[in-house]
């Protein structure tokens, strides 16, 4: 199987300054989740940064870097400029690893890209795991998945979906029912290189504006995406000066 991963790394975060160049270990944020990444089995792994310093930083470590529009309104886009420039065949598959995940699992990456090989009728590939109490399915910020009998997408939301009628209507939040196929969502994506180009020209959708969650775009104009079910979380990313406290303490061990 050969695949493709682009990171797209942005410098203005309202968080956490200069994000991609935080140090982790003696690395930048951005070069951590690179090497990640490089242990995928990656046929290739590109940072798309939007700030000359992520690029120097990206091609110091020894990756392959890009310099892309500033303005981008989404990773995806960033992503396609990047796929654009490196002249990735229509059929390549190419694996957004986000900026901020230093920690994420290399099999990980792997797996969404064999998804997607795999299914030949979806565009898209992504990840999720099982939830097993109320507080997550309850949360807005945990965002969930279901899926059909293929492991197609039907819908995410950060809505508790789907909803034990039954379970709830007795106000019982401790009884968590056995079986529920409550999934929560894990932000990573593959795609189709061609799919891309046509992800761009889409309008955006009615429910990706209310959700706030970019991928309803896909399934409102009527294309598949493919999910892998995992055993367990990945590690969280990085979006505080908390989270960034939390992963030094792993590199420093």
Known sequence: MTFHVII????????????????????????????????????????????????AAAKAAGFNALMTD?????????????????????????????GDEPLIPPQLIALVAEKLQQNKNAVMATACHALHAFADMLNPNVVKVVLDADSLALYFSRAPIPYPRDTLMQHDVDAFPSGLPAYRHIGIYAYRASFLKIYADLSPAPLEKFESLEQLRVLWHGYKIAVSVVANAPPAGVDTAEDLARVQKVFAK
């Open 70 to 98: 500033l303005h981008h309104t989404s990773g995806t886009e960033r992503i396609y400029q990047a796929a654009s420039i490196l002249g990735l065949s229509d059929d390549a598959i190419v694996v957004n690893v986000q």
């Open 8 to 55: 797209p790394a942005r410098m203005a975060s309202m968080r956490l300054p200069n994000k991609p160049l935080a140090d982790i270990g003696g690395a930048p944020m951005i070069v951590r989740v690179a090497q990640q990444a490089a242990q995928s089995g990656a046929a290739s792994v590109t940072v798309a940064g939007d700030d000359a310093s992520i690029i």
